[in-house]
T-cell receptor, first 116, second 116 residues
């Protein structure tokens, strides 16, 4: 396994701009999660995909946020009209459905977003 | 809703000594999973240890062990023979057992410093 990768690692943008992040999960992992981590806090769940289906979205995910996972492979997270409060680390994790339900999540390195 | 509380924002330990990180959680579920994740500075989060709630035996992974007290809803992490590489932010996390969304609920983390 090559691990979960995320691109870009850092993004600086001006308020009001749109940004898009990409996550490539571990191959054959059918579950993919997005979390947001602000300074001094633990990660908070944003949304979850099983294959290409987005099964749950947190109330943290406002209408400005959209996530996709076409063909059940990589995923993108887009933030429209960014606000300073969107500044955070965006983490992606993936896992594989197994016969049991341990479902260990493997995390990527994250994308650090700074909104000026 | 489930909540996870880590009451120690920071802890320090001398190299080769033992340290215990505390975690409590709140849930109405009877079956669930608990995890400790490690997040080194500027590096991605990795799983340290996990515990299934239905198992009475405490999980152990090399120098890492847990003290799982289900009735008290307590899940502490003990690190024995601490090494410099153990320095990191440690997050306690909860995951329900049933359902289709295996999202993790994290505590705020404990920053562990290892002194040489």
């Amino acid at each position: 396994d090559t691990g979960v990768s995320q691109d870009p690692r850092h993004k600086i943008t001006k308020r009001g701009q749109n940004v898009t992040f990409r996550c490539d999960p571990i191959s054959e992992h059918n579950r993919l999660y997005w979390y947001r981590q602000t300074l001094g806090q633990g990660p908070e769940f944003l949304t979850y995909f099983q294959n290409e289906a987005q099964l749950e979205k947190s109330r943290l995910l406002s209408d400005r946020f959209s996530a996709e996972r076409p063909k059940g492979s990589f995923s993108t997270l887009e933030i429209q009209r960014t606000e300073q409060g969107d500044s955070a680390m965006y983490l992606c994790a993936s896992s594989r459905r197994t016969g049991g339900s341990t479902d260990t999540q493997y995390f990527g390195p994250g994308t650090r977003l700074t909104v000026l | 809703a489930q909540t996870v509380t880590q009451s120690q924002p920071e802890m320090s330990v001398q190299e080769a000594e033992t340290v215990t990180l505390s975690c409590t959680y709140d849930t109405s579920e009877s079956d669930y999973y608990l995890f400790w994740y490690k997040q080194p500075p500027s590096r991605q989060m990795i799983l340290v240890i996990r515990q299934e709630a239905y198992k009475q035996q405490n999980a152990t992974e090399n120098r890492f062990s847990v003290n799982f007290q289900k009735a008290a809803k307590s899940f502490s992490l003990k690190i024995s023979d601490s090494q410099l590489g153990d320095a990191a932010m440690y997050f306690c996390a909860y995951r329900r057992s049933g359902g289709s969304n295996y999202k993790l609920t994290f505590g705020k983390g404990t920053l562990l410093t290892v002194n040489p």
